[in-house]
């Protein structure tokens, strides 16, 4: 399985961006596929998740302002990240689980700069 992020950039305080991680190889039911983040000199953390059952799932500091789908006629998930701000600063990394066959698989981070 490989994941392909992208859609990071530069981004003005309150505009939004959309990341994109896109799967391919084999995978299996169930599954979920979770964004983290990670600024610098701080630890990576969980931003969203949403499972095969589209089930989503946002960490506190993004509630109400990220959106995660999932597109699986193309394996792909989306966050749509709203009213941005300097502290979403960070590089964005996807992963996707499969937890019954206890197998993990992460992208490449893509970099988001949130700044005037």
């Known amino acids: 399985v490989q994941l392909q992020a992208s859609g990071g950039g530069l981004a003005q305080p309150g505009t939004s961006l959309t990341l994109s991680c896109a799967a391919s190889?084999?995978?299996?039911?169930?599954?979920?596929v979770s964004w983290y983040r990670q600024a610098p000199g701080k630890e990576r953390a969980l931003v969203a998740r949403?499972?095969?059952?589209?089930?989503?799932y946002y960490a506190a500091s993004v509630r109400g302002r990220f959106a995660i789908s999932r597109d699986s006629a193309t394996n792909t998930v989306y966050l749509r990240m709203n009213r941005l701000t300097p502290e979403d600063t960070a590089v964005y990394h996807c992963?996707?689980?499969?937890?019954?066959?206890?197998?993990?698989?992460w992208g490449q981070g893509t970099q988001v700069t949130v700044s005037s």
């Open positions: 992963k996707l689980r499969m937890d019954l066959r206890d197998l993990e698989y």
């Open positions: 949403i499972t095969s059952r589209d089930n989503p």
């Open positions: 190889g084999r995978i299996f039911d169930p599954y979920a």
